[in-house]
Nanobody
Framework: QVQLVESGGGLVQAGGSLRLSCAAS????????MGWFRQAPGKEREFVAA????????YYGDSVKGRFTISRDGAEKTVYLRMNSLKPEDTGVYYC?????????????????????WGEGTLVTVSS
């Protein structure tokens, strides 16, 4: 049974930092890209960042470029999202998800191709 489990969310003041983790289990994720998404109340889910199996390729949404960094460990089982200079508009539930390959590393890619597995999410609240 495939599981993606997010952790690391919480309440932080604007300008602060958080690091989210996504632990994957249940299958081999070789050649799978891993991504982070977020959804604020009343808004559509937003594609935030993604990283390839090798770590050589990454994607960042325009709203987080220069502030967020995605990484994954050598065993390919955990993906991280380091979030710096947080803003109130970064508030939302953050989800990790995965899909084979990297062709979906575009703004519309996840919608076009669909993600194979999703986690349950972790809440990030940034206070002003």
């Amino acid at each position: 049974q495939v599981q993606l489990v997010e952790s690391g969310g919480g309440l932080v003041q604007a300008g602060g930092s958080l690091r989210l983790s996504c632990a994957a289990s249940g299958r081999t994720f070789s050649n799978y890209g891993m991504g982070w998404f977020r959804q604020a109340p009343g808004k559509e889910r937003e594609f935030v960042a993604a990283i390839s199996w090798s770590g050589d390729f990454t994607y960042y949404g325009d709203s987080v470029k220069g502030r967020f960094t995605i990484s994954r460990d050598g065993a390919e089982k955990t993906v991280y999202l380091r979030m710096n200079s947080l803003k109130p508009e970064d508030t939302g539930v953050y989800y990790c998800a995965t899909r084979y390959g990297t062709t979906w590393f575009t703004e519309e890619g996840p919608k076009r191709f669909g993600m194979e597995y999703w986690g349950e999410g972790t809440l990030v609240t940034v206070s002003s």
